[in-house]
């Protein structure tokens, strides 16, 4: 029997009948045996283990005409009665049925997610991240083709040379094969990638979405890093013992991230909870995803109390990963569905927050326009036009105080930083290092900030540059001329006209009446 | 007002986080009451494990990872509750760790409500954005807690998944509290530097043609 989670001790009992045994002089009868019958002075029976744990044959057996040993048939009643911790590994839920059950389950849910992956996610916005997540599917979907492929192949090999069927050699299988180790590793990458976007489209600010978008991307980077260190490090011992602690560390890193999404993903379903609740398609969409993003967390607890089969999380890692993507894509796709028709009826547009001005520079520099505009005003007495224009108070001292000092040609005082006017262009004005340097990173830090901006967040965004790209000046100018109704022109429409009668009116009619 | 409230919220909840993962700290072999787990007649810490023998309790060295001494003890190799192997509790590490960071951040916390560093916009961002490896931490600990010890852990065990959720906390009202002083930065800027926008009455348009 296998060992799931590699650094768990599993301290098994040592059975008699997988050790060799003397069975005496007897005659020896079957097709191995030279002309098929012959007498043997000393026989020494081994039977079929496999690390050291008893393997019943999984043929059809006879019992009247032969039969397993005396001895095989106690340690094998001991191995399967489950007492200890320990002894759990001969338990039902450590057979090779559910594991195979827990593959094919694998293998079915990936298939079909990444199927419904490639039908409904369609459209321009998030492309990116459409793309991320149907690449990612995808390979996850070939990752477990071929692995449920060469494991019932191998089960047959081992079912043919052996005539028995064990788990052990299909999960050697799953954790040693490097291919596998390296189609997860893309394909968690790829998935996780997806997830950060997921959570960047929680936030409606752009510096909040910026910030988020860096941060998982650090963070996926880091984890899978980390992860990909011991999967891949040669088998040296020594390399071995220095890696051994990051094994399962990366897992739990692993179990942290994952239920830190998916309380993130959660809180937002209670903070949107009117549109969850919206129609009975949105609440069962909601339940379903709220459990997905669930599912991992539960498997590590699964796993750890050992209540089905230990080591059962890492079975379903791509199957949690993929759900936790596609479906969680689904529901926000139809909450925004629901938000927009709701904001239809309202106030159309995404509202703009006062942080996404950096340092409030538009602000700033709209007051410092306002100011020098007021301080000009007042000489601005347009003669040629013969207009006057007589300032109303409050505003007058303000003008009057600025009168002085305001010149008509834009000249402003030197010593007056708060007097310069618009107009006024200063050249080479030495800056001290301090200022400077802190213009340069700022520059710096804007050019990072607007790649962010252009490059990443835009296309996860409304203004997508390849939508901008695709659509032909001809096409916008046909959808424009739909819009305004252009594109039927010989379509007269009469529109009626009828008062409208409020109840508050008609109650004021009958007051004024009595 | 509110902001007062929001910050002294905030720091009676990282308070309590603090205390909650100080506790686990504390626990065998440093003190003889307070235990993270028990197994048998074994009690766990994070520094070390301790076997309670009739007469006395024989403790391992404090050290970050546990050293198996079942052979001095009673002759026979003895398991960790959850089958783990000694290597593993190397893990507990995080513990520490997860205190210093939470420190840290309850001192920022602090110097937002005794300065006027809560008035800066960038400095809440900065404390926010340490507030997220604050819940990973602890939230990481909780997670090795369970991965070692599993149904064995006791109450100050149960404690790390309390000091998780208080960070939690913490972390979702400082993004909060970052928003809304940005907002009364904003709005506190256009109040100061508004100048009146002189209006003109139509009336009083002369026309010389």
């Given amino acids: 029997m296998t060992q799931y989670t590699p650094w768990m001790v599993v301290q098994g009992e040592e059975y008699e009948s997988c050790q060799a045994q003397q069975l005496g002089s007897g005659i020896l009868i079957g097709k191995v045996v030279p002309h098929l019958v012959s007498f043997v002075g000393r026989v020494t029976f081994n039977s079929y283990c496999v690390h050291g744990y008893p393997v019943y044959n999984a043929v059809k057996f006879n019992r009247k005409l032969s039969h397993y040993p005396l001895l095989q048939e106690q340690n094998w009643q001991k191995f399967i009665s489950t007492g200890s911790q320990e002894e759990q590994n001969g338990s039902f839920p450590y057979g090779i049925y559910p594991v195979i059950l827990s593959f094919t389950a694998n293998f079915v849910m990936t298939v079909f997610l990444t199927l419904l992956s490639f039908i409904n996610i369609k459209g321009k916005r998030h492309r990116h991240a459409a793309r991320l997540l149907k690449i990612g599917s995808t390979i996850a979907s070939v990752n477990i083709v071929i692995f449920v492929t060469c494991s019932l192949k191998q089960l047959h090999n081992e079912h043919e040379e052996n005539g028995v069927t064990t788990t052990g050699g299909i999960m050697d299988l799953f954790y040693e094969r490097l291919v596998y180790s390296i189609l997860d590793l893309i394909s968690f990458f790829l998935l996780q990638l997806c997830q950060v976007m997921i959570v960047t489209r929680l936030f409606y600010r752009d510096s909040e979405k910026r910030m988020t978008f860096f941060l998982g991307v650090l963070l996926v980077l880091a984890a899978n890093i980390l992860w990909s260190i011991p999967q891949f490090a040669t088998s040296d011992e020594e390399q071995q013992d220095r890696w051994e602690i990051l094994a399962p560390f990366v897992y739990l890193l692993r179990i942290a991230v994952a239920a830190s999404y998916a309380s993130t993903i959660i809180s937002y379903g209670i903070l949107k909870r009117r549109y969850c609740l919206a129609s009975s398609q949105m609440v069962i969409l909601s339940v379903i995803t709220a459990l997905v993003v669930l599912l991992q967390p539960a498997l590590f607890l699964a796993d750890v109390s050992n209540v089905w089969l230990s080591g059962v999380g890492e079975l379903f890692n791509s199957t949690c990963y993929v759900g936790s993507t596609s479906i969680v894509w689904e529901w926000l796709e139809r909450l925004s569905v629901v938000r927009k028709k709701e904001e239809a009826q309202s106030i159309l547009g995404r509202p703009i927050y006062e942080d996404e001005q950096g340092d409030y520079r538009i602000a700033n520099y709209a007051l410092r326009v306002q100011h020098a505009l007021t301080q000009r005003t007042p000489n601005n007495t347009d003669s040629d036009n013969g207009v006057e224009l007589e300032q109303m108070s409050p505003s007058s001292q303000v003008g009057t105080s600025t009168r002085d000092t305001g010149s008509s040609c834009g000249v402003v005082p030197q010593n007056s930083t708060e007097r310069e006017s618009v107009y006024q262009v200063n050249f080479k004005q030495k800056q001290p290092f301090a200022e400077a340097a802190k213009q340069k990173v700022s520059h710096a830090c804007d050019t990072l900030l607007y790649f962010a901006d252009q490059v990443i967040l835009k296309s996860l965004g409304t203004l997508s540059m390849g939508s901008k790209k695709s659509i032909t000046s001809a096409n916008r100018e046909a959808l424009v001329r739909k819009r305004i109704g252009l594109d039927r022109p010989n379509e007269v429409y009469v529109y009626s006209t009828k008062d409208v009668n409020f109840d508050s009116d008609r109650d004021e009619d009958d007051t004024q009446s009595t | ?209």
């Fill in chain 2, 1 to 209: 007002m509110s902001q007062l409230i929001v910050v002294s919220a905030i720091l009676l909840f990282i308070t309590v986080a603090l205390v909650f993962q100080l506790l686990p700290i504390v626990a065998v072999p440093i003190s003889k009451e307070l235990a993270l787990a028990t197994f048998y007649n074994s009690t766990y810490g994070v520094f070390g494990w301790c076997y309670i023998t009739a007469n006395d309790t024989v403790c391992t060295p404090k050290r970050i990872g546990y050293v198996d001494l079942s052979v001095d003890l009673s002759g026979q190799r003895r398991v960790l509750p959850a089958f783990m192997d000694y290597s593993v509790t190397r893990l507990l590490v995080v513990h520490p760790l997860s205190f210093a960071i939470t420190s840290l951040l309850w001192i920022m916390v602090l110097l937002i409500l005794i300065t006027s560093l809560g008035d800066s916009p960038r400095y809440l961002f900065v404390v926010a954005l340490f507030s997220l490896p604050t819940f990973l931490f602890s939230l990481l600990c909780f997670l090795v807690d369970i991965l070692i010890f599993i149904s064995h852990l006791a109450w100050p065990g149960w404690l790390m998944l309390g000091a998780t959720l208080c960070v939690a906390t913490c972390c979702s009202l400082l993004w909060n509290l970052r928003r809304s002083v940005s907002i009364k930065k904003y709005e506190a800027l256009h109040s100061e530097e508004r100048v009146e926008v002189p209006t003109y009455s139509m009336v009083h348009y002369t026309s010389n043609g």
